[in-house]
């Protein structure tokens, strides 16, 4: 059904749950979790539920259809910003939520290409007494690529590398202006030109995403891996929050998977 959840066979209102805190963990998958989150976290109920959606855009727009006075959302993802809708969304977050952190905005780590777990909790914990009659999301990025494990993260490409290499081909306006739209160009490249195109232009910039770089070292095992690092770094994050809140709890997913 239309923004709800299926449960146990049940179509579920996310917004209607009795929850105090929700925490998001971005495209978590439900097997992986249900593999190693005893380790983190050892009290509640583990239930698998269908999203009604596959990817963040749509289950924003889905789930959050009105104005939640009662809302606090800590966001490590540029889409939930209290800025407005990016180009790539048209959820505008400030029409749905009492208040939004944009920890996406001043703790993102340039390097990383990403917001480690820990900085959605230093962001938390700063507004948590202001809004304490309210409730919370908090929206960790992980287990979400780029993987930061410390067995990954120098295959994390150098974004300034990168930046310069295009710069030197005077590409940057041009490209800066299609960012928006890259994923989509990409797909459409490869189906008209074929996947070998695509990569033979990579190559030409040095440009190899980190799965890619983990691929072509370590073959899927590595990717696996990689994953359930970064799946760990988080739950690990989630049971340091988890001792020190009291209140109804729901960890939610989103995922394809």
Sequence with gaps: MKGKYIVEGQAKNLLQEDWDYLIILDACRYDFFKKYYKKYIKKGQLKKAISPAKNTQDWLTLIFQDFYEDIVYISSNPFVNSIGPRREVEFN???H????????DWDWDENLGTVPPEKVLEAFYKVKSKYSD?????????PHAPYISKNYVAYIPNRVKIRRKIKIKK???QLSKLRPYAAKLIRLVASIFGDIFVWKIQNFFGIHSQIELIYQKEGKKGIRKA??????????SMSSLLDNLNGYILPSEISSM
């Design 227 to 236: 994953y359930k690092e970064n799946l760990e770094i988080v739950l690990k």
């Design 93 to 95: 977050a400030k029409k």
């Design 171 to 173: 590409l940057t306006k």
């Design 134 to 142: 309210k409730r919370f999301i908090l929206h960790f990025m992980q």
């Design 97 to 104: 939520f009492k208040y939004i952190e944009d920890v996406w």
